[in-house]
């Protein structure tokens, strides 16, 4: 019987995903996450509390500096599982790392709680901190199996993620038929100014509980003492995540942020080349509950948020000295790399013998005319090789500490020096000649910018902008919602969703307590 899974992959280098509609720059992505899911439904969910956990600082920072395999998986669950669908997700599952140290990937599966628990649905941090931005694979050209699926299957997650943001800000505004229960009126919270009604807030929480199933006041009770929640808590876990919503919109009108009608139009269009047209696209929005006008609203909304982030948090481009401190304190990550030339005759693994004998008789022949110099390289991929991706560069696919190659090809490009030419290899997509064209090698440390390979260069400039404008944005959401003036008053009695936790014990029998 299939059971969910969780793979946590850390590429030896960080891996670009480029934003989806050109929202931002490039983002290198130091952890990829692939999410089989058994049963349908709950996708949005779970990504959401993936996100939840790297939308953390401290949280982020104890993933990333994980060294081993069994670290990353307890780092990563342990914070995964701690969440309410986390939890569900977990129990009956397994958490996997497929781990790329240097040059070696290894897999070792780990198996998490067993017991089941229905109680999935996400807490109001989760619903509203979700991403909102999509990554997809900057490089496809011959990817290992596993981390090509898993790459082209983050980047369809990550675009999904950008629809379940929306979904929460959706939920944010909708109008819920409180024909069920009654609204109390007041002000819940004040901000700069602003009211944010209690009827609001009780609007969206009983949207919540409608929309997972906790209809009933014991299921509702439940789901909070299994997510060490109360009322209140809840309430003003929610209270914030507005607040920071209309800080933010305040900030854009202080720094006088607009997204035209054509910024987004042209947004649009790209999100649709991105996901393989606008007939795909829209059937992808629509599974979701989504049309092409609130998708818009959600595309406007993003780029006012990256406007907001360039007019607060501007950045300059990386100063040399910086890019070769970032390379020296990371450089087993770079050094040693090698650039390569790739032929390639395409046969498919499952083919018959004969197909794939005589793709390795036509290989072997190509091979031999380079090495007596009847043809050049560049013309030996000209006349032979099937990768149209390659082909057009010459056979170039640039530099393995860059992007991440099939094991085979991996193994018997670190076997060459420069010039050097490859015997014929057989890997999942049929039968290489590699050539290594370059080579990038400092003994203890780089010492001037001169040492770096120019690609190397203008990758690690990119981490290091992208760092900093992060960095820097935190930095000034964090002193924004400091200085900004905040009043939150008590949650009135009579609301619809205070309901009693007397008696209710937690689900789950490894966390057993009693909240009064």
């Known amino acids: 019987m299939a059971k969910p899974y969780i793979a946590v992959v850390k590429p030896a280098t960080p891996v670009t995903f480029n934003a989806m509609a050109g929202m931002g720059a490039p983002v290198p992505a130091q952890i990829v996450i692939n999410l089989g899911i058994a049963e349908p439904g709950g996708q949005v969910e779970a990504l959401q509390a993936l996100m939840n956990i790297f939308m953390d600082a401290d949280t982020a920072a104890d993933v990333l500096g994980q060294t081993t395999p069994q670290g990353m998986v307890e780092a990563s669950a342990a914070t995964f599982k701690s969440g309410p669908w986390g939890r569900s997700f977990c129990r009956g599952g397994r958490v ?78 909708q109008t819920e038929d409180t024909s069920g ?45 299994n997510n060490d929640l ?31 009608d054509e910024e987004v139009e042209k947004a649009w269009k790209d999100a649709c080349k991105s996901a393989g047209g606008a007939k795909t696209f829209k059937k992808t929005l629509k599974t979701y509950g989504y049309t092409e006008d609130t998708y818009k609203s959600s595309l406007k909304e993003s780029l006012a ?46 083919a018959s013998d004969e197909d794939k004998a005589a793709a390795k008789a036509k290989a072997q022949e190509c091979l031999d005319k380079t090495n007596s110099g009847e043809l050049s390289f560049e013309d030996a991929v000209e006349q032979y090789s099937d990768d149209t991706g390659s082909k057009e560069k010459k056979g170039d696919v640039g530099w393995d500490k860059l992007t991440t190659f099939v094991d085979s090809y991996q193994a018997a490009l670190e076997g060459l020096n420069k010039g050097d030419v490859s015997d014929v290899v057989e890997s999942t997509y049929g039968y290489h000649i590699i050539k290594c064209t370059d080579y990038f090698h400092v003994d203890n440390q780089v010492d001037d910018i ?67």
Do not use: H
């Open 305 to 350: 948020q990256q406007k907001l982030k360039d007019a607060v948090a501007p950045t300059s481009k990386p100063k040399d000295s910086e890019i070769v401190a970032y390379i020296n304190e990371n450089l087993s990550s770079y050094n040693d790399a090698r650039r390569s030339s790739n032929i390639l005759i395409k046969v498919d693994s499952d």
């Open 96 to 173: 996997v790392t497929q781990w790329r140290l240097f040059d070696s990937l290894c897999e070792r599966p780990t198996m998490a709680n067993k017991k089941k628990n229905s109680e999935a649905a996400p807490t109001p941090e989760q619903q509203t901190r979700a991403a909102s931005s999509s990554r997809k694979k900057q490089r496809k050209t011959y990817v290992s199996k596993t981390v090509k699926i898993v790459l082209v299957v983050i980047g369809v997650l990550a675009m999904l993620l950008s629809v379940s943001a929306m979904a929460c800000s959706g939920l944010m505004s």
């Open 450 to 516: 001169k040492q770096v390979p120019k690609d190397i260069k203008k990758y690690v400039s990119n981490v290091v902008k992208t760092q900093a404008e992060s960095t820097a944005y935190s930095e000034w959401l964090e002193q924004y919602k400091k200085d900004a003036d905040i009043t939150v008053n008590p949650m009135p009695k009579d609301v619809p969703y205070n309901v009693s936790l007397k008696g209710v014990t937690k689900s789950s029998t490894d966390n057993s307590s009693t909240t009064e």
């Open 181 to 225: 229960y009654k609204l109390t009126g007041g002000v819940a919270a004040t901000i700069n100014g602003t009211n944010l009604t209690e009827d609001t807030v009780t609007k969206q929480i009983m949207s919540m509980r409608t929309s997972y199933g906790y209809t009933k006041d014991k299921d509702w009770a439940q789901y909070l003492v």
């Open 230 to 260: 109360t009322p209140k808590k809840y309430r003003k876990q929610l209270i914030d995540s507005y607040t920071q919503q209309i800080l933010l919109q305040q900030a854009q009108k202080e720094n006088g942020v607009t997204v035209s």
